[in-house]
């Protein structure tokens, strides 16, 4: 099996008057996946700020081609969720123009100034792909090749109550979700975003649920769980105080999907008492996607490293998700995207020069958003990609 490793990500910037777009590519097979992150620019009033976000995907896409390009996923990032949500719903100029997507909307504020960011996963392809929006703008399901993948945005509890009750309602509906069109959660599910309002007080009752739904379904320390980001996030509904997006694929052999741990750096999760992969490789013929988990500043006996020191934190965290690509013969160099957590504005100046001196190009976003583990001042996740010549799996 020949593997190659030479070929990584392209960055770029976009800059105008009223925004900023980072954007990186990677580009095999006449497939192109693109990350990037849209902030507006010398803009105050949070109905332009959201405008301009939507104006500049839907010229990225106009651009690139409507036939070629397909948006996938978009997660923004708001200041004040409830507040905003009226103006939300009156801006669709990507749906007028027949572009959808599953779309995830959380309260985690930008620290850089700005009422909203938003990130945005999309395929460009010369190949035949089928996109199914027949459920967006929870779920968008796309046909490409030997593999169906199917993303889902801003699930959430029909009926109020504990956070365990609702995450425990959460699990249960998306379960019944991939069943309906031919997925298995304990296989297929590779990522899940679990946003907790009150992180504090609410994550135990999230640990629990999802502990007891990974039982149902054969999930234990003994074979693997799934990459997951379980921090503070509010959706638009007060009374929900758990939200979710995840993603699943089709298609996989078991050959295909390994979880990485680095033990020399990580303990498993399980020892303090949660259940989650640090991390997931998914490798297709052409290329491999890794999944990497919010991250933070702790060793392999699950202790917080560098208690109230938010740069030792920010260094440890790094050198924790670098071990982990490691694992997968991959470095930061390979990283399509970052999104970095923080649970003190305070830290936003000193965190910001960190990332923009070690990472300028890499698109990203610093929110703010308290770790599920109060001692922990930063969390960071991320997504990876790395060239693969593996003849023995169909390309992406």
Known sequence: MKRESNMLPVMWNKRSDKCQMSIS????E??????????????????????????????????????????????IFFSDITNQSEIITDVDMLKDNGIESTISWVQQP???????????????????????????????????????????????????GSSYQQTENIFAEYHKLLE??????????HRTWL?????????????????????????????????????EG???????????????????????VRYIQALTHLNPTHEYGVRFERGTAIEFGDRKHIYISGTASIDNKGEIVHPNHIVLQADRAMENISALLKEEEASPNNIMQMIIYLRDVADYSIIETYYN????????????????????????????????????????
């Open 30 to 75: 006449r497939t192109s996946e693109h990350h990037m992150m849209i902030t507006p620019r010398g803009i105050n009033n949070f109905y332009e700020q959201y405008q301009v976000l939507k104006e500049a995907l839907l010229s990225f896409i106009l651009e690139r081609g409507k036939k070629n390009c397909h948006l996938v996923f978009q997660r």
């Open 110 to 160: 930008p620290l850089n100034h700005v009422k909203c960011t938003l990130y945005a996963y999309l395929i460009e392809t010369e190949e035949e792909m089928v996109i199914d929006h027949s459920n967006a703008p929870h779920h968008t399901e796309i046909h490409k090749g030997a593999y169906s993948h199917l993303w889902s945005g801003k699930l959430v509890s029909q009926d109020n």
């Open 357 to 396: 001196e070690r990472y300028p190009n890499t698109p990203k976003v610093i929110v703010l958003a308290p770790v599920c583990r109060p001692g922990w001042l930063i969390e960071i996740e991320c997504i990876a990609i790395k060239s693969m010549n593996n003849p023995t799996f169909a390309n992406f």
């Open 195 to 231: 946003y907790v309002r009150d992180v504090d007080t609410n994550y135990q009752g999230v640990v629990e649920a999802r502990n007891d739904y990974f039982d149902t379904v054969g999930l234990i320390p003994s074979n693997h769980f799934v990459t997951s980001t379980g921090i």
């Open 234 to 256: 509010r959706d638009l509904d007060v009374k929900k105080n758990v939200l979710m997006d995840a993603y699943a694929v089709k298609g996989l052999s078991k050959d295909q």
């Open 25 to 28: 590519t990677f580009t095999k």
């Open 180 to 189: 309906g069109k031919g997925y298995h959660f304990s296989d297929m599910c």
